[in-house]
């Protein structure tokens, strides 16, 4: 037993499953917000194998496409739970990585030592929302195909090379046959990048170590991270499934679009274009410009102002639990983070095409005002 025990001392896998997991030193007062790092890995894992699954089924082919989901949901067996588990398991993964990037604002989790976490997260949200949105196109619905259209005309904004970047992504002149095939390949790459990227992000967060609620380095007791936190993020875990479950009982197809439930046809374009709902907020934040080129640059800057908070913020206190200006800030930010997303869904008319553009401004705002409200503190 000794010598078997000595041997798993001396494998460098089990070394690093000792020193990075098992005797892993976490604070010691870390909450349940914390969990949602492990939960969005756990759905992230799901939706690969759900993923590879749903592929062996699925014939890249506009003729086809539709009628090869509608196979999958009613002759499958277990295919409509499964089709279901993928679609939803998107929406699951976005609202783990919401909370999980609201964690971060709110707590500092972007500060020095952990400026290369806080920037290999905001390049996982973006293959987030790159895979998110190629997924959506692969059921070839009418939504799927008018997304499509609309999105990746946006391309077509960036002077000089947008042209040529529409017309590589559609493989012609219009969404057809070469485009879901550029987007079912790109979809099933991009998960495994997303995953190689989530391995460098707990990486970086073990050479730092991680933040906690107070907002301090030194003088914080550490724990091993099992079974304490082994046991604290099994039990958020169990509790995400049974909400997840029961979504996927109870109601699918709530957060999908009706219309994509009818196969896509280029000669009838919907009364109402729509992404996903975690698309909606940036979504708004494109409409409101009424210049392409500038919605565009107002959404792309709407998530890589992310990347300027270790610089505006400078203050030497990092929680939000001591900044009480801050902490109203938060709360307002997601108050407009949720308006943006109402307004993304509806239509581009008075009044809420006014009200989008006093809320787009209300978000920058919030990082505007962040380096404002926290300068007092230096001094």
Not at 87 to 105: E, P, T
Not at 173 to 193: A, E, G, K, M
Request: with cysteine; glycine share 8%.
């Amino acid at each position: 037993m000794q010598s078997i025990m000595l041997r798993l001392r001396q494998n460098s896998l089990f070394n690093v499953y000792v020193n990075h997991a098992e005797w892993y030193p976490s604070p010691a007062n870390l909450n349940y917000f914390w969990g949602f790092g492990s939960i969005a890995l756990g759905v992230l894992v799901s939706q690969i194998v759900s993923g590879v699954l749903l592929a062996m089924h699925y014939n890249a082919n506009i003729n086809l496409a539709f009628n090869d989901v509608e196979h999958i949901m009613r002759d499958v067996v277990g295919g409509d739970g499964l089709r279901y588990l993928h679609a939803n398991g998107a929406s699951m993964f976005f609202i783990s990585v919401y909370v999980h990037i609201g964690r971060g604002l709110f707590y500092g989790s972007y500060f020095y030592p952990r400026i290369t976490l806080w920037y290999s997260g905001v390049i996982l949200f973006f293959l987030m929302m790159a895979a998110g949105f190629l997924g959506y196109v692969l059921p070839w619905g009418q939504m799927s195909f008018w997304g499509a259209t609309v999105i990746t005309n946006f391309f077509s904004a960036i002077p000089v090379v947008g042209g040529a970047i529409v017309e590589w992504l559609w493989g012609g002149f219009s969404v057809d046959q070469p485009t879901l095939n550029r987007f079912f390949s790109l979809h099933f790459l991009i998960p495994f990048l997303l995953a190689g990227v989530a391995i460098i992000h707990i990486a970086l967060l073990h050479e730092h170590g991680s933040n906690n609620p107070l907002g301090i380095n030194e003088n914080i007791k550490k724990i091993p991270f099992l079974t304490y936190y082994g046991i604290k993020d099994l039990f958020g875990i169990m509790l995400f499934i049974v909400f997840f479950v029961y979504f996927l009982v109870n109601c699918p197809n709530l957060l999908g679009h009706a219309d994509n439930y009818i196969e896509a046809l280029p000669l009838v374009t919907p009364a109402h274009i729509v992404p996903e709902w975690y698309f909606l907020p940036f979504y708004a934040i494109l409409r409101t410009i009424p210049d392409k080129l500038g919605g565009v640059i107002a959404m792309v800057v709407a998530i890589l102002i992310l990347l300027s908070l270790p610089f505006l913020d400078t203050s030497k206190i990092r929680s939000g639990l001591f900044k009480p200006l801050h902490f109203i800030n938060f709360i307002l930010f997601i108050c407009v983070t949720l308006c943006l997303g109402w307004l993304g869904q509806s239509v581009v008319e008075f009044p809420f095409s006014n009200l989008s553009e006093v809320v787009t401004i209300l978000y920058f705002f919030y990082f505007i005002s962040h380096f404002r409200l926290t300068t007092q503190y230096v001094k």
